[in-house]
């Protein structure tokens, strides 16, 4: 079983940059495709990155392109999204996720593992 548990998120203005964190516990994700989604009021769970568990290879959302990136640490165990050029669109529960195919994938029901979400709050 495994534990995830997201940190990082606060409140920024329009253009500023934030880090979130996803530790993971009960087990080494080295082998697990991971994930970062979001979740804003009034609008269904958003793809926003992925990454299989290689690292070689990241899938992102059209929206979040070009400013996000996801990167793993094996040896810490965790996950982590740079947010670059943040918009008030941005603005959500970002929840990241861990699926041990190791595939990954923008499709929510593959991951097995999830965390209970940081929020990430951008002013304009």
């Known amino acids: 079983q495994v534990q995830l548990v997201e940190s990082g998120g606060g409140l920024v203005q329009s253009g500023d940059s934030l880090r979130l964190s996803c530790a993971a516990s009960g087990r080494s994700i080295s082998s697990d495709a991971v994930a970062w989604f979001r979740q804003a009021p009034v609008k269904g769970q958003e793809f926003v990155a992925a990454?299989?568990?290689?690292?070689?290879?990241?899938y992102y959302g059209d929206s979040v392109k070009g400013r996000f990136t996801i990167s793993r640490d094996n040896v810490a165990n965790s996950v982590s999204l740079q947010m670059n050029n943040l918009k008030p669109e941005d603005t959500a529960l970002y929840y990241c996720?861990?699926?041990?195919?190791?595939?990954?994938?923008?499709?929510?029901?593959?991951?097995?593992?999830w965390g209970q979400g940081t929020q990430v709050t951008v002013s304009s």
């Open positions: 990454m299989e568990y290689t690292g070689r290879i990241t």
């Open positions: 996720a861990a699926e041990n195919q190791g595939g990954g994938t923008s499709n929510p029901s593959s991951y097995e593992y």
